[in-house]
Every structure is written in C-alpha cells, then in structure tokens.
C-alpha cells in the first residue's frame, strides 16, 4: 500500500487543483485531546478563556496541516464518521458509497464529484428558498 501511496503522490505532485487526504488508523479525538490539552495551557493564567480564542486556537492548530474538508467520500458501505476528521468536516459534504477502497476508481471518483457539484453548500446556513420565504414573510424583498 506504501508504495501505492508513494506512486500516487510523485505522478500528482505538480497538481494544485484539488487535495487528496487518506487517513489510516487516525483519530480525531486523540488529536482534539492533544490540541485542547495544549490550549488548556495557554489558557492557563486566564480566568475564563475567550470562547472564539479558543475555537480560534483549535481550528489553528488542527487545521496546520490541511484546509477544512469539502467533499468526505466514505466508502465500503459504511454511513458514518468513525472518528474521521471531526473538526475539519464540520461543514463537508458526506457522500456514502458501498464501493470499497481498494476498488475506488476513477468513475466511482467521478460520480462522488459529480453528487458534490449538485449539492448546494450552505456551510450550516438555511437553503436558499427558506432564506427567501423568512424574508417575504418579514416584509422584504426575496
């Protein structure tokens, strides 16, 4: 699989467009545990910390190594998170395919994107129809 992974890696290296993030035995709660332990202390001489500081601080910290997750592909059959990039798919787009990984290919990568590009990304707001209709109802213009 390393060798897989290496392979990858050389013949993708002048790509800028996209990120690819696979995780093996990772755990965000280990790494949430190990970030709040740090901010704890920071945080320390404070009384009562700030709550944006410290969600501030977190988000740095685990987000050092990568941007937050888009697109979350979850394969062979499985609807859950698994303790899989938590903070960093706060706002990704899930999509679940019974397709295992080693057998993950192009058109299965194709059809997972093209689910992505229907979806409408609100990043925890209300769609936009709702949004209109709260707006009516208040007297506004949609």
């Known amino acids: 699989m390393l060798r897989e992974i290496e392979k990858s890696e050389r013949e993708t290296a002048a790509g800028h467009g996209l990120r690819l993030r696979v995780a093996i035995d990772y755990s965000s ?5 190990l970030v709040a332990a740090d901010a704890a202390a920071v945080f320390s001489n404070e009384e009562s910390p700030v709550v944006n ?19 979350l592909i979850r394969t062979g059959g499985e609807q859950r ?18 397709q295992m990984w080693p057998d993950f290919d192009e058109a299965d990568l194709e059809a997972a ?23 009516t109802l208040k007297g506004g213009a949609p």
């Open 29 to 33: 709660r280990y790494s949430i545990t």
């Open 53 to 71: 500081s410290l969600e501030s601080l977190l988000t740095q910290a685990l987000s050092a190594k990568c941007r937050d997750v888009d697109l």
């Open 81 to 98: 998170l698994s303790d899989f990039l938590l903070w960093e798919s706060a706002y990704a787009e899930l999509v679940f395919t019974d």
């Open 113 to 135: 994107l093209k689910e992505f590009n229907r979806r409408e990304r609100r990043f925890g707001g209300l769609p936009a129809i709702v949004s209109d209709h709260a707006a």
